[in-house]
Each structure stands twice: as C-alpha cells, then as structure tokens.
C-alpha cells in the first residue's frame, strides 16, 4: 500500500511558476516511476509527465515539454512537478501517481494522489 499527497497547487498570474510536490508514505517510493497528471473541467485526465525509479530518466507529454520538468529525492519519498511560464491552459488539479511500467496511460497507474489545484488566470 502507497499514500500520496499532493500539495503546492494555487492561484497564479500567467508567465508565473509552481512547484508541486508528492509525498509518499507506505511501501519502498524507490521501487516505483512516478508520474504526473492534469484534468481539467470536462476534460479526460491527461499525462504530464513521468520520472524513472532512480530519477534518470524523464519523459513529457508534448504539450508541456520545455516549461514541465519533473524531479524526485528518495530520500525524502517526494516528487516534485516544477511549472514555468504558466498559461491559462494549465489550470486544472494535478495528480502524482505510482507505476511498475512505463506508460503514459492513466489505467497503468496503481497509486494516486488526492490532487493539487493549480488556476492560472490570465
């Protein structure tokens, strides 16, 4: 069993920054990729990105290369999802999940955060 929190979200002026974090408590955090996903109102949940067990490797959906970028301290059993040049497009509650596989689809994810909202207004 994994609990994540998600924490960091708010209200921002776009062309601002945020940073998200996920903290996991329960089973070993290292033993698991750690991704990172977005839904809007109305929309389906979307990935974001994800990060491998040691934090080497990282991936982006296309839409947030460049501006999303994705870290993780073992040590201290956190994720963090770091957010430049906001735009109003980016408003919606952000998800931290864990995943044994590589994947950018929401049903691979085993563990989900509670969610953290980020509003960007214009």
């Known amino acids: 069993q994994v609990q994540l929190v998600d924490s960091g979200g708010g209200l921002v002026q776009a062309g601002g920054s945020l940073r998200l974090s996920c903290a996991a408590t329960?089973?070993?955090?290292?033993?698991?990729?750690m991704g990172w996903f977005r839904q809007a109102p109305g929309k389906e949940r979307e990935f974001v990105g994800a990060i491998s067990r040691s934090g080497g490797i990282t991936n982006y959906a296309d839409s947030v290369k460049g501006r999303f970028t994705i870290s993780r301290d073992n040590a201290k059993n956190t994720v963090y999802l770091q957010i430049h040049s906001l735009k109003p497009e980016d408003t919606a509650v952000y998800y931290c999940?864990?995943?044994?596989?590589?994947?950018?689809?929401?049903?691979?994810?085993?563990?989900w955060g509670q969610g953290t909202q980020v509003t960007v207004s214009s």
């Open positions: 329960g089973r070993t955090f290292s033993s698991f990729r």
């Open positions: 999940a864990t995943s044994t596989v590589v994947s950018d689809k929401a049903g691979e994810y085993d563990y």
